[in-house]
């Protein structure tokens, strides 16, 4: 069975660009939820949907994210403008019935922003 | 303060050996328990959950203790595919998870 599916596996660009991240949850799975992790701050929660549907963005750093999902089987996040400090690996989790069931994770996206 | 905190280590231990790891959380409202294991460059995956009365896996026995909002891990006859890094992981809000920076095991021949 495909797992969680994550696109790009990498990526570098200047600060100032926009920068597009993608998954695809497990087929089935009715939660969808986006990481970013870091050294300083380890895994933090950004935001996460349910049946496609925003639930919970406290995590959002700043306006300059922002995350979709127009069905249940895509999402992306969006970073506009990129900033150097947004540099991290962002992953994106799936599961079923929500977070006190095993969350599903990609293989996560390394961004960095020069 | 954080809302899960961890020992960063890493903690060196040879083959054979039996490791613990403990974990603080903030949230007395805290609902479920669980410990992640993630290996180098990877995605993280569930280890197991951590119930209140004690539990185990194999190897691997997780404790919790609500009056002190702690958790531990308990690794027992470490073997070298145990180096990882294991992140404690507390679930207080539905659907959400707070992770700890998570606490890095070596083990070495």
């Known amino acids: 069975d495909a797992g969680v599916i994550q696109s790009p596996r990498h990526e570098v660009t200047e600060m100032g660009q926009e920068v597009t991240l993608r998954c695809k949850p497990i087929s089935g799975h009715d939660y969808l939820f986006w990481y970013r992790q870091t050294m300083m701050r380890g895994l933090e929660l950004l935001i996460y949907?349910?049946?496609?549907?925003?639930?919970?963005d406290s995590g959002m750093p700043e306006d300059r994210f922002s995350a979709k999902m127009p069905n249940a089987s895509f999402s992306t996040l969006k970073i506009q403008p990129s900033e150097p400090r947004d540099s991290a690996v962002y992953f994106c989790a799936s599961n079923s019935q929500g977070a006190g069931q095993p969350q599903h994770f990609g293989d996560g996206t390394r961004l960095s922003i020069l | 303060r954080k809302e899960v905190e961890q020992d960063p280590g890493p903690f060196n231990v040879p083959e054979g050996a039996t490791v613990a790891f403990n974990c603080t959380y903030s949230?007395?409202?805290?609902?479920?328990f669980f410990w992640y294991r993630q290996d180098c460059r990877k995605e993280p995956k569930l280890l197991m959950s951590v119930y209140s009365s004690g539990n185990e896996d194999g190897r691997f026995t997780a404790q919790l203790n609500r009056a002190s909002q702690y958790i531990s891990l308990l690794i027992r006859d470490s073997k070298l595919s145990d180096s990882a890094t294991y992140l404690c992981v507390v679930m207080y809000n539905t659907d959400k998870l707070i992770f700890g920076t998570g606490t890095r095991l070596q083990v070495f021949p």
């Open positions: 949230n007395s409202a805290s609902q479920s």
């Open positions: 949907f349910n049946n496609n549907v925003p639930i919970d």
